[in-house]
């Protein structure tokens, strides 16, 4: 399986600022987009190309470009949501689906309450979106429910996680690709990540 946590000065500067209780709800949106924007760029990095004939202005030439019918985004609702903008800035003709999950507040595991699909789905590279891997439990029921859909190739996308959240889906997916921005310490003693951020579905949407 392989796991990168990126290591960048831009990304730590966004961090820092996505970390503060004083950023506001615009701002926490935007870098939320602009960090998923960064996380999906080194998760295209082994994209097939296909060859295509060009005409420039000077001459005929052979272009490579990405089929973008062959990838599909996955928010895992609703936090993921605001990642959406950010990864569609690289590849706005992708397919999106939709995966409902909340956390039973007592047990910490995964409830599923919706899930909506392109078709053609089991064909596709599917990425999944979520901005806070914290238990994991969350992330492993996605790639669950999409496995039993037929799914192949799957990606992980997350702007913050905590080292159990990683090696559950590890443990439990070991095919999946990972892409972190941020690795945090632990997790606090009623499942948040610490440092974090707090609860990310609440920033973005102005609910906290």
Not at 9 to 17: G, L, S, T
Not at 89 to 99: C, R, V
Not at 132 to 154: D, F, N, P
Request: proline content about 5%; some cysteine.
């Amino acid at each position: 399986m392989k796991e990168i946590i990126l290591n960048h000065p831009m990304i730590e500067h966004k961090i820092a600022i996505l970390r503060s209780e004083l950023t506001s709800t615009k701002e926490f949106r935007e870098l939320v987009s602009e960090i998923a924007t960064i996380l999906c760029f080194e998760a295209l990095k082994d994209a097939p190309l296909k060859e295509i004939n060009i005409k420039t202005p000077i001459c005929e030439t052979i272009g490579k470009i990405i089929d973008e019918n062959n990838y599909a985004f996955v928010p895992i609702l609703r936090a993921g949501l605001g990642m959406v903008d950010g990864v569609l800035t690289l590849m706005p003709n992708a397919k999106i689906g939709h995966i409902g999950l909340y956390r039973n507040e007592e047990t910490l595991e995964p409830v599923e309450y919706y899930c909506k699909l392109p078709s053609n789905i089991e064909n596709k590279t599917v990425i999944i979106l979520d901005p806070m891997l914290a238990t994991g439990g969350s992330g492993s029921a996605a790639i669950t429910m999409l496995k039993k859909r037929g799914v192949k190739k799957i990606k992980f996308l997350s702007i913050i996680a905590a080292p159990v959240g990683i090696e559950k889906i590890k443990k439990e997916h070991d095919d999946v690709e990972i892409y972190v921005a941020k690795l945090d310490e632990k997790l606090n003693d009623v499942g948040y990540i610490v440092p974090g951020l707090g609860d990310a579905g609440d920033r973005i949407f102005g609910t906290k």
